[in-house]
């Protein structure tokens, strides 16, 4: 049964350090985010000032280094970064998993979690335990999920971790864009 906490985990690197700052700030700040929040990148991506911006507001810290190689269009760092990230919750937490160049809106979390609990019983599998929210897919190519933001239960953002490279190294281009 999942908790009634919203966990956040933010993977990737902050580009724009301020303005990942500054939307972490404002989500913080809506009391929406009642578990954990993690920040999961690579070594040497912040410096020790912004280290101690993100550890002031609670933020829970994982940095690693990153794999090698790092795949195509560094598609293997993305999902060890969620691997690692998702490391730090239990399997019934329920976590929105988002870049740190995305913008959300705090007022609209309530909305997402509502949504979410109403429509998250699945249908008919035997692979996840509740249904995982995203918000788009690349269309052309199969099995590719809109990394910006999506949200479910750790043991079902797990079923997403998977290095197989077979599709990308299909003789047809597979998965370039």
Known sequence: MP????NLLITGLPRNFDKFIQNLSKIIDSNQITGKIVFS????VCTPNQIKQLTDLGVILKFTEPPNPIGRGSIWAQIKSLENGLELFDSNDLILKMRTDVTLNPKHL???VNYYNLNSTPEDTQIFSQKVLITGFEITKPFYIDDMVFMGLCQDLKQFISYDSSWDNAADGGGET
Do not use: D, H, P
């Open 110 to 112: 309530f909305e997402l």
């Open 41 to 44: 990148s690579w070594v040497n």
């Open 3 to 6: 908790t009634n906490q919203l």
